[in-house]
């Protein structure tokens, strides 16, 4: 019977000892994976690969066990496609291994030769190159203003002459310049006959022939129909010179509804080189967008007749921008 007691109080001995032995050894082995999570992973340094090409760039990086996030730009010259641009963190900064570092690489520049502008319109290749660098702080293609000007069969504002030649390789910024059509010399228009038409049907009318035009306005006199065209000259059917100014009189209305105005918007424009897109609307008080006219102009005296509710602003743009807004009212008071 006591032998049996001694074994099974050795045994037990045992037991407790390897128990407590297991649990040290648990114990170490938590606190041990527990300190290597809060150091984290080793500290590196960025190298610095900016002006490298993205290659030699990404096995830099793998060396440094980090990892790259592209982001693809255009750049100004075509010597710098495929290669780092900017980098994010930047060189020398000390980071933890596998850190991600932000690159910028050049995809070249947005064009890589000189287009063909020729018979292309100015105002229209000037939007084209300023759409393909709105982005950039130093376009590479700008046009050299002022352009020369020469009269041409071509349609006033054609491209017919450029410099650089098409299939020129753009290899930094470069300023095009452009030889532009002010249109036949001797061109003859015969002018609409307009009197006696109301004000918005005379004004459709002159849109659609292209003559240039002045008005004037005054109180309608004797029999004669208010807001009407009641005399012009050139008179109606003359064939003359495609720059000459109709000069047109027009009677104010005999009567407004509650809340119209009558006037007659007038601004001096600057002698463009040839006509250019002139268009005059209004904001009516309920936000909508009224158009009055819109023409190619060639400048100086731009006048237009319009009735429209009280309240609203009336806007001026050349080439759809926006030149002018102003109130209605300033131009009522002028002519009353």
Do not use: C, W
Not at 187 to 194: N, S
């Amino acid at each position: 019977m006591d032998s049996i007691e001694t074994y099974v109080s050795a045994r037990l001995r045992s037991f407790i000892a390897a128990a407590i032995a297991l649990l040290v050894f648990v114990t170490l082995v938590a606190m041990t994976v527990f300190f290597l999570a809060v150091r984290g992973a080793e500290q590196t340094m960025v190298p610095d690969i900016k002006g490298k090409e993205l290659t030699a760039a990404l096995l830099e990086l793998q060396v440094k066990e980090l990892y790259p996030r592209i982001q693809l730009r255009y750049s100004q010259t075509s010597a710098e496609k495929g290669t780092v641009l900017e980098q994010d963190p930047s060189p020398g900064a000390i980071v933890k291994a596998g850190r991600r570092v932000k690159l910028v690489v050049s995809r070249g520049v947005v064009v890589d030769k000189i287009e063909d502008f020729t018979g292309q319109n100015l105002d229209d290749v000037k939007m084209h190159i300023q759409t393909l660098f709105s982005t950039s702080s130093r376009p590479l293609l700008s046009v050299r203003e002022p352009p020369a000007y020469k009269f041409s069969p071509e349609a006033a504002g054609t491209i017919l002459e450029q410099k650089p030649e098409p299939g020129v390789e753009v290899s930094g910024p470069m300023k095009l310049e452009f030889v532009v059509s002010r249109g036949p010399e001797n061109a003859m228009v015969k002018v609409p006959d307009l009197v006696g038409l109301p004000v918005a049907d005379a004004l459709e009318r002159i849109r659609q022939s292209g003559i240039f035009f002045s008005i004037q306005i005054r109180p309608a006199a004797g029999n004669e129909a208010g807001d009407t065209v009641v005399s012009q000259l050139p008179a109606g059917q003359e064939v003359v010179a495609a720059n000459t100014r109709v000069a047109l009189l027009v009677s104010t209305p005999t009567e407004l509804e509650e809340g119209e105005l009558f006037g007659l918007f007038s601004r001096t424009l600057p002698d463009y080189p040839y006509p250019l897109s002139v268009k005059l609307e209004a904001l009516l008080p309920t936000n909508e967008r009224r158009r009055i006219f819109s023409s190619d102009f060639p400048g100086g005296e731009f006048s237009v007749p319009f009735r429209l509710p009280e309240g609203s602003t009336l806007i001026l743009s050349v080439l759809n921008r926006e030149i002018l807004r102003e109130d209605a009212v300033a131009y009522v008071a002028a002519v009353n």
